[in-house]
């Protein structure tokens, strides 16, 4: 399985490609996905995603992470589609490791995972899709530090 990321990072995160597509292949396959397909990765600070929050979803306030899926479930992707685009805020990113007292790899892959899933069409609105995608997140997570890529 190839998958094809197209990385933008805004702020020298020091997040690599090679990272970010780990992190996505192993999301893709704990998702079923085994098809090659393209993602789009923007990583910005607070100001960006606070921008993109309040144009895309009336929010005027700094998110974590943005997903902007172009198909509506996993039985819509085919072979090397783009299924879409994630928003990753280094500034929050970062808060957010030191207030969970992680590294920033362990919060990049998070939010990486989480951004993919909802691209693949998992949700949390309901609370019962919300305990389906969030328990696949901490298995995925779980599984990375496991193989020591993350700690």
């Known amino acids: 399985m190839e998958t094809e990321i197209y990385l933008t990072d805004e702020v020298n995160s020091g997040l690599s490609n090679e990272f970010i597509g780990y992190v996505i292949k192993k999301t893709l396959l704990d998702a079923g996905v085994t098809k090659n397909v393209k993602v789009s990765v923007l990583?910005?600070?607070?100001?960006?995603?606070?921008?993109?929050?309040?144009?895309?979803?009336?929010?005027?306030?700094?998110?974590?992470?943005?997903?902007?899926?172009?198909?509506a479930s996993i039985d819509e992707i085919s072979e090397n589609d783009l299924v879409g685009d994630?928003?990753?805020?280094?500034?929050?990113?970062?808060?957010?490791?030191?207030?969970?007292?992680?590294?920033?790899?362990?919060?990049?892959?998070?939010l990486i995972i989480h951004g993919m899933l909802h691209l693949l069409g998992?949700?949390?609105?309901?609370?019962?899709?919300?305990?389906?995608?969030f328990d696949l997140q901490e298995a995925i997570l779980k599984n990375l530090v496991e193989e020591g890529f993350v700690s």
């Open 43 to 71: 990583i910005t600070n607070d100001d960006g995603i606070r921008k993109l929050n309040n144009q895309y979803r009336g929010i005027d306030k700094p998110t974590d992470v943005l997903s902007f899926p172009m198909y």
């Open 122 to 133: 998992f949700d949390h609105i309901l609370e019962e899709e919300e305990n389906i995608m």
């Open 86 to 110: 994630i928003v990753i805020s280094f500034d929050t990113l970062k808060r957010q490791a030191l207030e969970n007292e992680i590294n920033n790899d362990r919060e990049a892959a998070f």
